[in-house]
């Protein structure tokens, strides 16, 4: 049985149970995941797309399930402490990204030219709007941001789609390029929607989130992998080249990089 290493945020919750008894399957952060995958010691991983754009040549991309979405998805917000956007604010991006990030940047450039990523080692929300008055938060995090008075400046996945008109494609499924190829992870793109809301009930009690926001959020995410997406992560790899460089203010030791 192949090892299907997935992302450990809540995105991943209907593809371990529709995976189970198909592949051996665990869960870590996406750093950890490209790592082993590099290393064969796992068979196939779900990575971020930026980590696909900066290993593309020692590694395959499968057809096999993506975390996506188009619209609203309430799972990567940028927040503020009760500040309106402004050209060059600085905001405090969670350390469980880079591909949110690199969308942010997207966005930013087209709305609020000059402002300033500064990379963070905090996740929560409480954390990062500590250190600048902007943040970017996602995933359960994100989710979580529904249930208190913290102000949401807009949600990432739907500028995207407002603004390019394409999906926001945030991880995608890798392998070595010899590992054969497993044909049962294509039947993980399209998961049913149905078999998610018949499962909510669990993924809400395991969390303590709200069903009507769970709901929300997974009927905006997508597994898919089709033709239009392939040719969006090219889009998108081509505007990366162009810009990573300067999507995070770096040169700046990481203790000393707030205001």
């Known amino acids: ?16 149970h529709f995976a189970e008894g198909k592949f051996e399957i665990s869960r870590s952060n996406t750093r950890a995941n490209l790592k082993d995958v590099l290393n064969g010691d796992v068979d196939f991983s779900m990575i ?40 060059g604010m600085r905001i405090a991006v969670t350390s469980e990204t880079e591909s949110t990030a690199f969308y942010l940047k997207l966005v930013m450039e087209k709305l609020f030219p000059g402002s300033e990523l500064i990379r963070s080692k905090m996740s929560s929300a409480s954390e990062l709007l500590k250190e600048e008055d902007f943040a970017l ?7 979580d941001i529904y249930q208190t008075d913290i102000k949401i400046i807009f949600d990432i996945t739907h500028m995207i789609s407002k603004l390019f008109n394409m999906h926001s494609i945030y991880a995608v499924t890798v392998s070595l390029k010899d590992t054969e190829y497993n044909e ?26 709200s069903r009507g926001i769970l709901l929300e959020y997974y009927q905006s995410l ?27 203010l770096e040169k700046i030791d990481a203790d000393s990089i707030r205001k």
Do not use: C
């Not at 049985?1 to 371990?16: C, F, V």
């Not at 938060?137 to 989710?143: C, D, E, P, Q, T």
């Not at 239009?228 to 998108?236: A, D, G, P, S, V």
């Open 137 to 143: 938060v996602i995933g359960n995090r994100a989710l």
């Open 1 to 16: 049985m192949n090892s299907l290493r997935l992302i450990n945020l809540i995105h991943s919750d209907p593809l371990e």
């Open 184 to 209: 049962t992870l294509s039947t993980l793109k399209n998961i049913p929607k149905w078999t998610i809301i018949k499962d909510i009930g669990r993924i809400s009690g395991e969390h303590q989130m």
């Open 222 to 248: 997508t597994y898919d992998l089709n033709s239009l997406m392939r040719k969006e992560i090219k889009i998108f790899m081509d505007y990366y080249d162009g810009i990573k460089e300067k999507i995070f």
């Open 48 to 87: 971020s797309l930026i980590d696909y754009f900066n290993n593309s040549e020692a590694l395959n991309l499968v057809d096999g399930p993506t975390i996506s979405g188009r619209g609203k998805s309430n799972s990567n917000l940028l927040i503020s402490k009760g500040g309106d956007p402004f050209p």
